[in-house]
């Protein structure tokens, strides 16, 4: 397995961010650039999260990352072809940025990346998400992670002011209108949290209607998370299920960390840290449950 690489940039006031390269064998090498420094979404099982927010970051600082990985790694790894806006921060807290930089990319007198290659990723800020689908041409993708209200009010906290139903049915309306148009759901897989069968079969309902395809993805646990990843069978007969259930569907194990590299454990908290959520009664057990 390829190892990403990660990139520390040090901005002009003296902050730190992230981006990670990520390596593909078939060709198709990856940015993920980050839109913040920090976040204050405090998704549960985030590492980014527990950073809180410091500040936005400018479209010029987040172009500069895509840059700056295109000069350094080309040669070593290849062209990179995809930018994911899934670094530190949510992308849609910073709209105005995240639009001009992303429009940027896909410039023909820019970096000219393919729009299609180009993925903003969002926890769901409903009224950003609809004009973000209005003026860029850019794919999005939506952190899902849950089937349930009560699931995602604890894990995702975004979820209290945006609930699933206005959050899913917003996508449908806004992607009828556009015409061979997919978004991306992305699926934390947390052990006994969010993995059951019931949840697979709650997933097919939930996306009907939305042209999607789904990513599964194997948490990456961190220092100080109290949530363990499903095991790889566990996470295969999840997708089975999808698929029997005419999803469109790819699993996505972890890579990169060991080297808190991966998908939600870029960043480094300070001594004030966003606070962890009150554990739902009924999911107390399969948080305390033996690895």
């Known amino acids: 397995m390829e190892l990403n690489y990660v990139i520390l940039f040090s901005l002009e006031d003296g902050l730190v961010i992230e981006t990670v390269i990520i390596p593909c064998d078939r060709g198709r090498n990856t ?6 420094v920090g976040c204050a979404m405090n998704c549960q099982f985030c590492y980014t999260g527990r950073m809180g927010l410091t500040r936005h970051l400018t479209a010029a600082e987040i172009v500069e990352q895509a840059v700056f990985a295109r000069r350094l790694f080309s040669e070593e790894v290849g062209p990179i072809s995809n930018v994911v806006f899934m ?16 429009h940027i990319m896909v410039h023909e007198q820019g970096l000219h990346f393919s729009p299609r290659k180009v993925t903003v990723s969002t926890s769901g800020l409903v009224p950003q998400l609809k004009r973000f689908l209005h003026e860029s041409n850019c794919a999005l993708a939506v952190s899902l992670n849950a089937t349930t209200d ?17 959050l899913l049915q917003t996508l449908r ?3 009828h209108r556009k015409k061979n148009y997919k978004v991306l759901f992305e699926y934390v897989m947390l052990a006994g949290v969010n993995d059951s069968i ?16 789904i990513n599964l993805i194997s948490f990456n646990p961190h220092s100080g998370s109290q949530f363990r990843p499903t ?8 997708r089975n299920i999808l698929a029997e259930g005419g999803c469109t569907v790819f699993l996505r194990l972890s890579r990169g960390d060991d080297q ?9 908290p300070g001594p004030l840290q966003a606070p962890l959520l009150r554990v739902p009664q009924e999911f107390q057990m399969a948080l305390n449950a033996p690895a």
């Open 31 to 36: 940015v993920c650039v980050s839109s913040q």
């Open 87 to 102: 670094g530190m921060g949510e992308p849609l807290h910073n709209v105005e940025n995240v639009i001009q930089a992303a």
């Open 150 to 166: 009560e699931v995602r009010n604890w894990i995702m906290p975004i979820n209290r002011k945006y609930k699933l139903d206005l």
């Open 173 to 175: 309306e806004e992607l």
């Open 198 to 213: 019931e949840d697979a079969k709650r997933l097919i309902d939930l996306v009907q209607g939305i042209p999607c395809k």
């Open 231 to 238: 095991p790889e069978e566990k996470i295969i007969e999840f």
């Open 260 to 268: 808190m590299a991966a998908c939600g454990q870029l960043g480094k």
